[in-house]
């Protein structure tokens, strides 16, 4: 496997990449009662798994962001088997109106990392993910921050595995998708 930048106009093969999951289970936040309290995050399996596909939920993918966003100090690594693109990871950084960056010029967003339903858990996501840590140091963050929602266990676990951990939970985050908690992880670089 070999990872590599590519320049963002390479967006459109990064959306061939499906971003597709299966939902067998879910991460459900409970308060801990005691001190000052805080959150437990517990596995719930769901009674009829679904799938998920946050590019067709929200009639938007990577091919739509550069009319959204001024993507032009924005990173797109690639990650090959050969010469099939088995994974890419979208890094956001120093744009101004991505609330995610929260003005910041020392703070990366992995905005985007998908591997093909082939690639997964054979260790292609945590190459795209060390990429993205050598990709924002490069350029003097601090900190690297990631989204994930609790529906995505699979994601929370991998995030957890990289080093990474919550930051922020908001169980009201999304209007449209009220199932659904957000969780921010962090990661000091």
Known sequence: MRVEEEPIANLG??????????????????LVEGGLGGFLLSEVPVDEPWVKDYDADKGEGPTRWASR???TSWGLI?????DQRAGGAVVAFNTAGVNML??????????????????RAMGTGALLFRAAEDWSRSRGCRTLKVETQNINVAACRFYRR???????????????????????????L
Do not use: N
């Open 162 to 188: 990289m080093g990474c951990t919550v930051g922020s939970i908001d169980r009201f985050a999304y209007d449209e998708l009220p199932g659904e908690t957000r969780l921010l992880w962090f990661k000091e």
């Open 78 to 82: 690639a990650a090959y088997d050969r």
């Open 13 to 30: 093969q990064h959306a061939e990449i499906p971003i597709a999951f299966t939902v067998d289970r879910v991460l459900d936040v409970a």
């Open 69 to 71: 966003f001024d993507v």
């Open 102 to 119: 929260e003005g910041r010029d020392d703070l990366a967003v992995i905005w985007d990392l998908r591997v093909r339903p082939e690639f």
